[in-house]
């Protein structure tokens, strides 16, 4: 079973994740959170596996354009699952599950390379 990578086709990271599997040979399957929606159980496991402030990208552009209150209403596990599951933009990406059934947020090409043996 292939790992499959979570994620926004336009996102510059998820397009350096994607172009260095190809690189690498490494298959995967990409679910594109814009056309696919995020998956509800897919996400509470990676809730479970790396935690909400993990996945919650306060950084981005979907985070910075919540007013202070909708931020505050969001920034904990219950909003931000809530949040993730209505504008997926705010999730970090990429989420990849990989074949062991253990879960990655970012994309970190040395941890990947030692993952895969690529």
């Given at each position: 079973m292939p790992a499959t990578l979570?994620?926004?086709p336009n996102c510059d990271t998820v397009k350096k994740a994607r172009a260095w599997?190809?690189?690498q040979g490494v298959g995967y399957a990409f679910h594109d959170f814009k056309?696919?929606?995020v998956p509800p159980d897919r996400l509470?496991?990676?809730l479970r596996?790396?935690?909400w402030e993990k996945l919650l990208n306060r950084q981005g552009t979907t985070w910075r354009k919540l007013d202070a209150d909708a931020q505050l209403r969001y920034g904990n596990e219950r909003g931000?699952?809530?949040l993730m599951l209505a504008q997926p933009s705010v999730i970090r990406?990429?989420?990849v599950e990989w074949p062991d059934g253990s879960?990655?947020?970012g994309f970190d090409a040395g941890a990947w390379q030692a993952r895969t043996g690529a």
């Open positions: 979570y994620g926004i599997l190809a690189g056309k696919d929606g509470d496991a990676w596996a790396a935690g931000a699952r809530e990406r990429p989420v879960v990655t947020v």
